[in-house]
C-alpha cells in the first residue's frame, strides 16, 4: 500500500470558522509534511513531522496548526484563515526525514490534496 | 541560494510524438533529484529519482537523465498519450542542518498539453 490518504477533498470556510484537515498513511513512514500549492506554481511547505515530533516550521503564520496523534495521522488544523489562504493543500510522507551514508533521500509520497476555499 | 529552473514552461505537442523538458539546478550539497507528474488539482506522483552517480533512469515511456557535472536533467516521454497531459516537477534534494535533514527545491513546472 503505497497510498497516502487525504480528507476532505473539498473544504470551503469562512474567515471565523475553524477546521481541521486530515492525512493518513500506512506504509511505516516515519516523516510526514504538509505542503501549500496556489494555482500553477509548485508546492510550498508548510510543515514537516519526524518520528511524529514537529521538525520544520516554514513560517507559518499560527492560524495553521500541524498536529501529528501519531506515527500514521497528520492533522492540520485551521482557524482565522485569511481568503489568501485559498489553496491545495497537500499531505506527504517518507520513510524519514534524514539523509544518511546509507540513503541519499527517500522517496516522498503525496496525497490527492484538499481544495480549500477561504470566504 | 538554492534554485531549480525548468523549461520550456510550457509544451503542446501532438498525441504520439515524443518531447523532451529541461531542469537546470544551483543546488547543493546535491542528494537525488526526482522528476514529478501532477494533474491539476491532484496530488503529485513520483516518476523517477536520482542519484549523483546515476545518469539514467526509466519508468515506462519516460526517461530522465542527470548531468551532475552541469548540474542538468532532463525528462524525455515517448509515443506521448492524452494522459501525458500534466505539470512535471523537477525536485532537487539537499542535505541541510546538522541533523542531515533533507530539503527539497522544487521548479516551477512544465506545463505538458497533449493533443489529438
Known amino acids: 500500500d503505497t497510498e497516502v490518504t487525504q480528507t476532505p477533498k473539498h473544504l470551503v470556510m469562512g474567515m471565523t470558522n475553524k477546521k481541521s484537515l486530515k492525512c493518513e498513511q500506512h506504509m511505516g513512514h516515519r516523516a510526514m509534511y504538509w505542503y501549500k500549492q496556489k494555482a500553477k506554481k509548485p508546492p510550498e511547505l508548510m510543515f514537516v513531522y519526524s518520528y511524529e515530533k514537529l521538525s520544520i516550521n516554514e513560517s507559518v503564520p499560527s492560524r495553521f496548526s500541524p498536529e501529528c496523534p501519531n506515527s500514521s495521522l497528520l492533522n492540520l488544523h485551521l482557524h482565522a484563515l485569511q481568503p489568501e489562504d485559498s489553496a491545495l493543500y497537500l499531505c506527504?510522507?517518507?520513510?524519514?526525514?534524514?539523509?544518511?551514508?546509507?540513503?541519499?533521500?527517500?522517496?516522498?509520497?503525496f496525497g490527492p490534496g484538499t481544495r480549500l476555499t477561504v470566504t | 541560494k538554492n534554485q531549480v529552473e525548468q523549461s520550456p514552461q510550457s509544451l503542446i505537442i501532438l498525441e504520439g510524438k515524443n518531447c523532451t523538458l529541461q531542469c537546470n539546478y544551483t543546488v547543493s550539497p546535491f542528494s537525488n533529484l526526482r522528476w514529478y507528474k501532477q494533474d491539476t488539482g491532484r496530488g503529485p506522483v513520483s516518476l523517477t529519482i536520482?542519484?549523483?552517480?546515476?545518469n539514467t533512469k526509466s519508468n515506462g515511456r519516460y526517461t530522465a537523465t542527470l548531468d551532475a557535472d552541469t548540474k542538468q536533467s532532463s525528462l524525455h516521454i515517448t509515443a506521448s498519450q492524452l494522459s501525458d497531459s500534466a505539470s512535471y516537477i523537477c525536485?532537487?534534494?539537499?542535505?541541510?542542518?546538522?541533523?542531515?535533514?533533507?530539503?527539497?527545491?522544487f521548479g516551477t513546472g512544465t506545463r505538458l498539453t497533449i493533443i489529438p
Open positions: 536520482m542519484t549523483f552517480s546515476e
Open positions: 525536485v532537487v534534494s539537499a542535505k541541510a542542518g546538522s541533523f542531515g535533514n533533507e530539503k527539497l527545491t
Open positions: 506527504a510522507s517518507s520513510q524519514v526525514f534524514q539523509i544518511t551514508s546509507a540513503s541519499l533521500g527517500y522517496e516522498q509520497y
